[in-house]
C-alpha cells in the first residue's frame, strides 16, 4: 500500500483546484418547495459536466438517469466494492447565482475581506489560522462559494484521476453517486440503492480536516399553519384574530437557549427557518434537531402544547401542526461495523492527520442510506463557513481529503 500524506503532490499532479472552481459556477441551488427530483432543473447542469469529466477518465458504466443522479464505476484489481458519494446541490439560504471564486495565495492569517463589507475574521474562523501559507478559496462576498459540497465532489475526482494515472495502486472496484437535493433532506430519497450494490460507501461531505463523522443529529420538519379571522382593521375590536399575531406569540414560546445560536456540541435545537402567509393565514416552517431520538420526539410534542396552549387563549384561533420525519442519527447502524471507523481512521493517519471522531450538528446522505441499510460515514471535504458569504476553503484542505480517500480505498483491497 502506497500512502498518500503530500496535499501538495495532489495539487500538483491533479485538476482539483481547476475543477473545483469550474463546479462552484454552476449555480446548483435546491429548492425545497418544488416537488421535483431534482428540486431545480438548474442542478441537472452541472450533473451532465460531471458526466462528461467521468468519461473523459475513462470511467465505465458512467450514466444519469431522469432524477439527476451520476453514477461510475472504477473497476478494482481486488475483490469487493466501495463507494464514494458527494451531492451536487448548493443550500436554498443565500444566493447561489453568479458565483465568482477569489483566490487569496500565500495566505498571512490576517483578516479578508469582500465585497459589501463581508469579512472572514480568524477570530470567529479559527481554523484560517491552521492554513497559514495555504492559497484559500471564498466567492466575492455576494454569493456562498459552494464548497458544501462541490469541494467534496472535487477530492473525489482527484483520487479518481489519481489512481487512473497510477494503476498499480491496487483498490477494490470503486462506485461513485453524484446526487441532488442533500441540502433540503432528499438526496437520498430516488438513490440508486440498487444498482449501487456497495456493502459499504462514504459521504465526502464535511468541514475542515480531521474531521470524521459516524453520527448525525436526528431530524423533524415541523409545519404549523394558523388561520384567524379576518375583520376590517377599523372594525376589528373585539372581533379580530391576527394570524400573524398568535405566530409571533407561538415563536415568542420556543426557548431562546435552545436555538442553534445558544447551543453547540451535542445539544439540540428549535429553528425557525421561513415563514409566509398574512393577518388571515399563515404558515411557519421549523426544523427540529437533537442526537437523542427520544429528546426529538419530545421536541416535537412541545411544539403541539405551545400551539395548544394559543387555542385554549383564543378558540377562535385554529393552529394545525404537522410533523414530518427527516433523518435518522445514524450512528447506532454504523456502531455494529466498528471496523469501517477504525478503516477511516486509520486512512486520515496514513495521510499525517490526528482525526476526531466527531458528532455532524446537521445530516448528511450518509443518514439516510445508512438507515437503508448502506453504512455511510462521512469524510471531511475541507470547507468552512457553509451556506453563506464567509464560506471559504484551502486547496491543502481539499486535497487532504483526497489523500484520505485514496489511503481508504488501497485498504478496501486488503479484504
Same mark, same amino acid.
Given at each position: ?55 473523459? #477518465?475513462?470511467? %465505465?458504466? +458512467? ?9 461510475? /464505476?472504477? @473497476? $478494482? *484489481? ?35 475581506? #469582500?465585497?459589501? %463589507?463581508? +469579512? ?9 489560522? /491552521?492554513? @497559514? $501559507? *495555504? ?40 462506485? +461513485? ?18 444498482k449501487f450494490d456497495a456493502p459499504v460507501a462514504f459521504t465526502v461531505d464535511g468541514g475542515f480536516p480531521c474531521e470524521l463523522n459516524v453520527e448525525t443529529f436526528s431530524a423533524d420538519k415541523a409545519t404549523i399553519h394558523f388561520k384567524g379571522v ?186
Open positions: 500500500m502506497r500512502k498518500f500524506d503530500n496535499p501538495a503532490e495532489i495539487l500538483e499532479s491533479t485538476k482539483l483546484v481547476q475543477r473545483f472552481v469550474e463546479y462552484v459556477k454552476y449555480d446548483t441551488q435546491s429548492d425545497e418547495e418544488s416537488e421535483n427530483c431534482p428540486s431545480t432543473a438548474k442542478q441537472f447542469e452541472l450533473a451532465k459536466h460531471l458526466v462528461g469529466e467521468l468519461k473523459e #477518465l475513462g470511467l %465505465d458504466g +458512467v450514466s444519469m438517469d431522469e432524477h439527476g443522479y451520476v453514477m461510475a /464505476e472504477l @473497476k $478494482g *484489481d481486488a475483490e469487493g466494492v466501495v463507494g464514494l458519494i458527494a451531492h451536487i446541490d448548493t443550500a436554498p439560504a443565500f444566493n447561489g447565482t453568479g458565483v465568482k471564486p477569489k483566490f487569496h495565495e500565500n495566505y498571512d492569517g490576517s483578516p479578508i475581506r #469582500l465585497a459589501g %463589507d463581508v +469579512v472572514i475574521d480568524p477570530a470567529s474562523s479559527p481554523d484560517l489560522l /491552521e492554513c @497559514k $501559507g *495555504d492559497t484559500i478559496i471564498t466567492s466575492d462576498g455576494t454569493t456562498l462559494l459552494g464548497a458544501d459540497d462541490k469541494s467534496g465532489i472535487a477530492a473525489i475526482m482527484g483520487a479518481l484521476e489519481t489512481l487512473m494515472a497510477n494503476r498499480d495502486l491496487q483498490h477494490p472496484t470503486i462506485r +461513485v453517486c453524484f446526487n441532488p437535493d442533500e441540502e433540503i433532506g432528499r438526496g437520498a430519497h430516488k438513490f440508486p440503492l440498487k379576518a375583520v376590517h382593521p377599523g372594525y376589528a375590536k373585539g372581533k379580530m384574530v391576527n394570524a400573524l399575531t398568535y405566530m409571533g406569540k407561538f415563536l415568542s414560546r420556543l426557548p431562546m437557549a435552545e436555538t442553534p445560536e445558544c447551543t453547540a456540541k451535542r445539544e439540540g435545537f428549535f429553528h425557525p427557518t421561513d415563514t409566509s402567509g398574512d393577518a388571515a393565514a399563515c404558515k411557519l416552517n421549523l426544523i427540529l434537531r437533537d442526537f437523542d431520538e427520544d429528546v426529538l420526539q419530545k421536541r416535537g410534542e412541545r411544539v403541539r402544547a405551545i400551539a395548544e396552549g394559543l387555542v385554549a387563549e383564543e378558540p377562535n384561533l385554529q393552529v394545525e401542526v404537522e410533523i414530518t420525519k427527516q433523518y435518522r442519527n445514524m450512528h447506532d447502524e454504523l456502531a455494529k461495523h466498528p471496523e469501517i471507523a477504525e478503516r477511516m481512521l486509520q486512512a486520515a493517519r496514513d495521510a499525517g492527520l490526528e482525526p476526531e471522531i466527531s458528532p455532524i450538528r446537521g445530516g448528511t446522505d450518509g443518514s439516510q442510506l445508512t438507515a437503508m441499510g448502506l453504512p455511510t460515514p462521512n469524510i471531511f471535504a475541507g470547507g468552512v463557513n457553509f451556506h453563506g458569504p464567509t464560506e471559504w476553503v484551502s486547496t491543502r484542505s481539499i486535497a487532504l481529503s483526497t489523500c484520505v480517500l485514496l489511503n481508504l480505498v488501497q485498504a478496501y483491497a486488503g479484504d
